[in-house]
T-cell receptor, first 113, second 112 residues
Framework: GDSVTQMEGPVTLSEEAFLTINCTYTATGYPSLFWYVQYPGEGLQLLLKATKADDKGSNKGFEATYRKETTSFHLEKGSVQVSDSAVYFCALSANQAGTALIFGKGTTLSVSS | EADIYQTPRYLVIGTGKKITLECSQTMGHDKMYWYQQDPGMELHLIHYSYGVNSTEKGDLSSESTVSRIRTEHFPLTLESARPSHTSQYLC???????????FGPGTRLTVT
């Protein structure tokens, strides 16, 4: 079945460091791909998304490119801030709109000043 | 900004009690979901609904039940709470024809 694998955390970085969180997927068809972020004590918020191959999603300095050839959707940010400390989830949706999302296990990011 | 609400935000309750976790959305979304989030942060789908009077079990077996009598309301009930039910419960909804899901803030349940 469909699945998402993302790098295990925690990831610990200093402020202004470069961030990469790897995400690969297995799916039939052409899924949409998402990155969600969860700040402490809150629900999940959509960070960015891509709906077809070679699309680049971007938001708040984060970006990820939908790579069909490597089945990947790695999250990157050039310069992290303390406020970016959170749990990041990679997810995919089957091609039929409205089906449940399939989430990776989450990666905890901790940024220190 | 998504308008999806969950109450209570935090609940501590004794074993054997019946509880209902509330979830409401004001966006008119037809599809709604309940996820259970374990301490390691992994999310598991436990229930979903495609509309009024539609409810389905998710991938993770759960002793909870849900109902969908109104479009905007999707409550989750535990008839007899047990310590193994201690978890974070997240509700979500999505628009017709859209993949993106909007999440509520969650209910953190502790059963003693």
């Amino acid at each position: 079945g469909d699945s998402v694998t993302q790098m295990e955390g925690p990831v610990t970085l200093s402020e202004e460091a470069f961030l990469t969180i790897n995400c690969t997927y297995t799916a039939t068809g052409y899924p949409s791909l998402f990155w969600y972020v969860q700040y402490p004590g809150e629900g999940l918020q959509l960070l960015l998304k891509a709906t077809k191959a070679d699309d680049k999603g971007s938001n708040k300095g984060f970006e990820a490119t939908y790579r069909k050839e490597t089945t990947s959707f790695h999250l990157e940010k050039g310069s992290v801030q303390v406020s970016d400390s959170a749990v990041y989830f990679c997810a995919l949706s089957a091609n039929q709109a409205g089906t449940a999302l399939i989430f990776g296990k989450g990666t905890t990011l901790s940024v220190s000043s | 900004e998504a308008d999806i609400y969950q109450t209570p935000r935090y609940l501590v309750i004794g074993t054997g009690k019946k509880i209902t976790l509330e979830c409401s959305q004001t966006m008119g979304h037809d599809k709604m979901y309940w996820y259970q989030q374990d301490p390691g942060m992994e999310l598991h789908l436990i229930h979903y609904s495609y509309g009024v009077n539609s409810t389905e079990k998710g991938d993770l077996s759960s002793e909870s039940t849900v109902s969908r009598i109104r479009t905007e309301h999707f409550p989750l009930t535990l008839e007899s709470a047990r310590p193994s039910h201690t978890s974070q419960y997240l509700c979500a909804s999505s628009r017709p024809g859209d993949y993106e899901q909007y999440f509520g803030p969650g209910t953190r349940l502790t059963v003693t």
